[in-house]
């Protein structure tokens, strides 16, 4: 069964901009929070100091506004996975006025496996490649 980090979220009040929605900006930090929650999950015993990983792409579609009230979740979730690098896929998602989940927005970020010792890109770890390919 593949892995699914879900995370409810805490808008706020600072996430909100004059328009009154959460700022585009902060779509990327609950990203991260969602990114360490799969991290977390994973089992992995990851030495950040060692072998990590470097942000090489993020995309977002936003497709409504989050507002400050909203009751909110953020998931995350491997996508394609290659030899030095690999996606995690993201979807947020916030109560509407019926109280049904809609999502407000979808991304995709490309992590690229990194030995900080030597300061290069390396092959993702055996033990990683299993979770995100689960």
């Known amino acids: 069964m593949p892995l699914i980090a879900r ?3 805490q808008i706020r009040f600072s996430d909100v901009d004059s328009l009154g929605h959460v700022n ?3 779509y990327l930090s609950y990203f991260e ?3 360490m929650e799969f991290f977390k999950l994973s089992g992995l015993k990851i030495n950040w100091h060692k072998i990590g990983i470097i942000i090489a792409r993020v995309e977002i579609d936003y497709l409504r506004p989050l507002l400050l009230y909203n009751s909110a ?3 995350c979730k491997a996508g394609i996975t290659g030899n030095k690098s690999f996606e995690l896929l993201y979807e947020l998602t916030a109560q509407n006025k019926e109280d049904n989940a809609e999502i407000v927005c979808k991304g995709k970020s490309t992590q690229v496996c990194f030995d900080y010792e030597l300061n290069k890109s390396v092959l993702i770890p055996e033990d990683w490649k299993q979770v995100l390919l689960s």
Do not use: G, M, Q, W
Request: charged share 15%.
């Open 33 to 35: 929070l969602a990114r």
């Open 73 to 75: 979740e953020v998931i």
């Open 24 to 26: 585009n900006a902060f």
């Open 7 to 9: 995370l409810p979220l």
